[in-house]
């Protein structure tokens, strides 16, 4: 873990620009957790880092600039990056499950194996081009998300909530939709083969 704080430590240390100004510990405890950003009204910027494993949970990295950065295999459970620059992130096997992703900029990130079960939030994110390939996004909520030209394949889908997203060339092969809430949105304009659909019956139009 040493070598995650030191990340966060340096991710953050351009932020900080006095820590006895700002009247807090400076010390690497309250720098490991990104609510010190936001305690000085300051942005969490990390782009291209590397926090593979770390352990982010619960943490808040609100319109953050993390483009590039990995969080494969990260525990990110009820993480707060609403309105991040996540474009090109590697999150895969990450745990996001419970994270909250509303409006964030995700395109060309890697999502592979990623869990956003739970009821993770991603309304309004722009997940152009993503590998979310078995991903676990069960109980998943996402309103105007845009999935154009996603990798979705074997992706679990079932019970999520899906409202008006887009899925223009997006890749459904042997995904699951199980008991998914659809509306406003055209499957049609997506790749079906093998496709497991709401009410239990299997698409094959794309195959």
Known sequence: MLRHHRALIACLAGLVFSAASAGYAFDEAALSKAEYAARI?????????????????????LEGKVA????????????????ADLAGANFDGANLAKALLSGSLLPGASMVRADLSGGARLDH????????????LSGAKLKRTKLAGANLREANLSEAALYK???DGADLTKASL??????????????????????GSTANDGC
Not at 69 to 81: D, H, K, R, T
Not at 125 to 132: K, M, S
């Open 41 to 61: 009204g300051a942005k969490f910027v990390c782009e291209n880092c590397d926090l593979s494993g770390a352990d982010m949970s619960d943490m808040y990295i």
């Open 68 to 83: 590039g950065a990995n969080f494969s295999g990260a525990n990110l459970e009820g993480v707060n990056m609403q309105g």
């Open 165 to 167: 997203v887009t899925l």
């Open 178 to 199: 199980l008991n998914a809430k659809l509306e406003g949105v055209h499957l049609e304009t997506a790749r079906l083969c093998e496709t497991v659909l709401p009410d």
């Open 125 to 136: 994110a722009d997940l152009t081009n993503v590998d979310l390939s078995g991903a676990n």
